[in-house]
């Protein structure tokens, strides 16, 4: 019973990490395009299509991650059974759905302090180089 039970805390623990991980990342790539964010809100983009431009892209990296990983996952899963299980494998499609959701769902909880920063942003302070 308590095996059960550590199995779900480790995929919650294993979660909050890959979503911390994700916002590091994504707060990397706000700080490198920093003066491109600069230039597009001078030039008049408002906060919500600078936010809309990170969050779309932060979604479809998460869902190519997800596809993926879904895709790696079979052929390992595949791979194991036969090595070490001598037995075949079937692949449940009703997870599919899941995986993604899962994914974009840590891309998204893991962008929103990036996003934040990204509004926080003056333009011209970015383009005076401050």
């Not at 990170?54 to 996952?73: I, K, P, Q």
């Not at 990204?118 to 333009?123: E, F, G, N, S, V």
Request: charged fraction near 15%; charge should be positive; include cysteine.
């Amino acid at each position: 019973a308590r095996a059960a039970a550590a199995i779900p805390v480790a995929s919650l623990a294993i979660l909050v990490v890959v979503t911390l991980c994700v916002a590091a990342t994504m707060t990397g790539m706000a700080f490198e395009r920093r003066y491109d964010i600069g230039v597009m809100k001078e030039l008049g983009a408002g906060e919500g299509t600078v936010v809309r431009l990170f969050m779309v892209e932060a979604a479809s990296m998460a869902l190519a991650g997800g596809l993926a990983g879904y895709g790696l996952g079979l052929v390992l899963a595949a791979w194991l059974g036969r090595q070490v299980f001598h037995t075949g494998f079937e692949a449940r499609w009703i997870v599919f759905p899941f995986v993604l959701a899962v994914s974009l769902l840590v891309a998204l909880v893991g962008t929103i302090f990036p996003v934040r920063l990204l509004q926080r942003m003056h333009p011209a302070a970015i383009l005076r180089g401050e």
